[in-house]
């Protein structure tokens, strides 16, 4: 273990930590020595037992409710004396073309996926001033680098992600507070993956598609790994990305990049 990972005292909050890219995230940096605290929308016994075993605290927390929100990270930086570390990790996905968005639809995609970040990084920020600096990385989507025709809204609250990440970066330098995004493309084993798939008529031919759709996990033969993207958000709250602020890492096969070429 490269000591630039080791995150021994320090203490993350991790959103959307029940499953996923968030549940992967928490074990990895409670492996490498971080005090985790997890909220999640959905979170059985079953899951909180889980964590338990990896000394991760896991409470119930709708992001969408800013009070849910404040009380997540007010009650994490308490306990624990601190924080310097918050990923903003909880997101949903939304399949409709703008004819069909009512304004529930609306709120939800964009309260989920991008407000919530804002007041969690808005909760966060004090602490970590007050920590002498710290990070946060929010999970956007490689729809947050362009355009997808098949989800606008998931793509507009993605991309707003993005802008957010870059304008906080840009705001919070002074104080030692490093705010990044990792951009994911399909990933294998989490809620908005596994929704899609049970809701498709032919789920292997739709998986199939889906890694289709990122030339390297095509050549992989299979979709990214909640593990894959974790490791990306353990470098970017490392002391090995110390002068990495304002990026989004696209951790997404190619996806991208563009039009991938003919096989």
Known sequence: MSSAATLSGRVAVITGGASGIGRATAILL???????????????????????????????????NVA????????????????????????????????????????????????????????AIPYLVSAGGGSIVNTASNAGLLPRAHDPVYSISKMALIGLTKSLALCHSKDRIRINAVCPGPVIDTGMMNSDLAAAIDPTATAKQFIAASPLADAHGRMIRPEEVAEAILYLVSDAACMVTGTAIAIDGGKSLGVPPRS
């Not at 997890?38 to 409470?59: K, N, W």
């Not at 949903?92 to 970040?117: H, P, R, Y």
């Open 30 to 64: 409670a492996q490498h020595g971080a005090r985790i605290f997890v909220g999640d929308y959905r979170l059985s016994s079953e899951t909180s037992q889980a964590l338990g075993a990896h000394g991760i605290t896991a409470s119930t927390c709708d992001v969408r």
């Open 68 to 123: 849910d929100l404040q009380r997540l990270i007010d009650g994490a930086a308490t306990a624990a004396g601190r924080l310097d570390i918050l990923v903003n990790n909880a997101g949903i996905g939304m399949v409709k073309q703008i004819q069909a968005v009512s304004e529930d639809d609306w709120d939800n995609c964009l309260d989920t996926n991008f407000k919530a970040a804002f007041f969690g990084a808005k909760f």
